[in-house]
């Protein structure tokens, strides 16, 4: 699985959009990105995952370059209970043989603040 | 929804001690995982399970051993625990292999005196 880069820390204001940024410039081509959480103490929590295509779900959109070497995270109105640790993570999808095991970083922790 | 769940949620153990973590999904899902987290090293995966007696050696499997008798459970054992498997241990569940997303427990707590 490719590597990640991600800064290991960012500030938001409540309510306020938070973007977290993702490197993952050798990705390949059948390589999704995939972004999880971690809340303190709490087990990690599936946010987002997408291809090419710019992904939005009722938590977070997804914006990946056309050249597919980053992507954004983004928090549309955060809240302080989206302070956590965020993994973003790239993976190949639909081999066999622990296909779907992830690899995690250390990720970015994001502390909302008022 | 039940979903997956873990126990106990803490446990001490004295060095050398067998101890084992629970695992239990209600979802019927085929792939199990079992992820150590430590300061500094993140998420790191131990052994994983792709179905009902299949299960296969993750990153760090030394000292652990795990069975999947059953579908929803998978357990992991600590032969003989040593003090570097003090850790948070989490279980995890994902419907298919094709990219379905892993759901996480909320982990283990364990500290090997």
């Known amino acids: 699985d490719a590597k990640t880069t991600q800064p290991t820390s960012m500030d938001c204001a409540e309510g306020r959009a938070a973007n977290l940024p993702c490197n993952h410039s050798t990705i390949s081509g059948n390589e999704y990105v995939y972004w999880y959480r971690q809340i303190h103490s709490q087990g990690p929590q599936y946010i987002i995952h997408g291809l090419k295509n710019n992904e939005t779900n009722e938590m977070a959109s997804l914006i990946i370059t056309e050249d597919r070497k980053s992507s954004t995270l983004i928090l549309p109105h955060a809240t302080l209970r989206d302070t956590a640790v965020y993994y973003c993570?790239?993976?190949?999808?639909?081999?066999?043989?622990?296909?779907?095991?992830?690899?995690f970083g250390t990720g970015t922790q994001l502390k909302v603040e008022l | 929804d039940a979903g997956i769940t873990q126990s106990p949620r803490y446990k001490i153990t004295e060095t050398g001690r067998q101890v084992t973590l629970m695992c239990h999904q209600t979802w019927s899902h085929s792939y199990m995982f079992w992820y150590r987290q430590d300061l500094g090293h993140g998420l790191r995966l131990i052994y994983y399970?792709?179905?009902?007696?299949?299960?296969d050696k993750g990153e760090v499997p030394d000292g652990y051993v795990v069975s999947r008798s059953k579908t929803e459970n998978f357990p992991l054992t600590l032969e003989s625990a040593t003090r570097s498997q003090t850790s948070v241990y989490f279980c995890?569940?994902?419907?298919?292999?094709?990219?379905?997303?892993?759901?996480f427990g909320n982990g283990t707590r364990l500290t090997v005196t």
């Open positions: 993570i790239v993976r190949v999808v639909g081999v066999t043989g622990g296909g779907n095991k992830l690899t």
């Open positions: 995890a569940s994902s419907l298919t292999e094709s990219g379905s997303p892993l759901h």
């Open positions: 399970s792709a179905a009902a007696d299949i299960t």
